[in-house]
């Protein structure tokens, strides 16, 4: 965990589970940063424990979400390997352009990811 929060500077902003068991849900928690995201997908089983302060003092979100089977999984990777899905369009966006970026957002003038960056 203090690697993640170290090389995230923090704290992860998204968090995708592909276990899904209690010890990853642990960990993917507690990687988060203040108003992160978790996303649990594999279906291992498990539980977890959560403090109830935990979910507003850090604003964070949780979320579950199963779409699919593991045929089709393999099916969309082959698909993915063999060129014929296009990637997400990602532009960058000086730290100072947050606002206006923002801005961009709201009007819906952002196709694909905007990132900023210090």
């Known amino acids: ?7 995230t500077r923090g704290g992860a902003y998204g968090v995708i589970d592909f276990v899904g068991s209690g010890a990853t849900a642990r960990l993917g928690t507690d990687c988060l940063a203040k ?3 978790y ?6 089983g498990g539980e977890i424990t959560l403090s109830t302060l935990f979910l507003p003092w850090r604003a964070v979100a ?3 979400s199963y779409v699919g089977s593991l ?3 393999h099916e969309l990777m082959a698909l ?4 014929k899905v ?5 532009t ?3 730290l100072h352009e947050a606002g206006a970026t923002l801005e961009k957002l709201r009007k819906g003038e952002v196709i694909g990811r905007a990132v900023l960056t210090p």
């Open 92 to 94: 960058r966006h000086p």
């Open 86 to 90: 296009p990637p997400i369009p990602v």
């Open 1 to 7: 965990m203090k690697q993640i929060q170290a090389a």
């Open 62 to 64: 949780i979320q579950g």
């Open 35 to 37: 108003g992160g995201h």
């Open 80 to 83: 993915v390997k063999a060129g």
């Open 71 to 73: 045929g089709e999984l």
């Open 39 to 44: 996303v649990i997908v594999g279906l291992f």
